[in-house]
């Protein structure tokens, strides 16, 4: 069994800005899987669904970003899902728009959500970083990711979910040293 966490933030004021691509994944996934979220005990949304014979565990946090590891680990502790299992999807500064990059065993790198997640399970989760790119102008980081994306990252992002999700399947079926070695070397054209 996976657990598959897209992180964002919860309530429309949110819902299209770059610290949200992890919810638009965790949503694309389910539609792809045919699966429809719920709301659970655990503060968050979740879906249950099969991937490559695996079961699934989709979960979109509703604790706000920085929480998120209070919705994480309870889910995962709930359904006895270790953290090698567990894949967890977000923004990425350090990325341009786009690139996605997985990694597993790392730092928050600066990422409050991610922090969250490693003072709840360490740092043995697999991660799949989706690129926002840094801001051009002198706004703060703070803000840059809690405003909405441009008509271009927006389109850029739609491009991507297909790679997203293969992502997801390739850590899950063929474990994620295989997916990484994909998905890493390429310029996420799968």
Sequence with gaps: MFLVAGLGNPGEKYMSTRHNVGFLSAEYIAEQLHANFLSTKWQAAAAKAVCENEQLILLKPQTFMNLSGNAIAPAASYYKIPPPNIIVIHDDLDLPVGRIKIAVNRGAGGHN?????????????????IGIGRPDSPIPVERYVLTKMTSQETEILKTI??????????????????????????????
């Design 161 to 190: 979910m297909p790679d997203v999700y293969e992502a997801v399947r390739l850590c899950v079926g063929q474990g994620v040293d295989m997916a990484m070695n994909k998905v890493n070397s390429s310029e996420n054209s799968m």
């Design 113 to 129: 959500g991610i922090r969250s997640i490693i003072s709840h399970l360490g740092k043995d989760f697999v991660r799949i970083k």
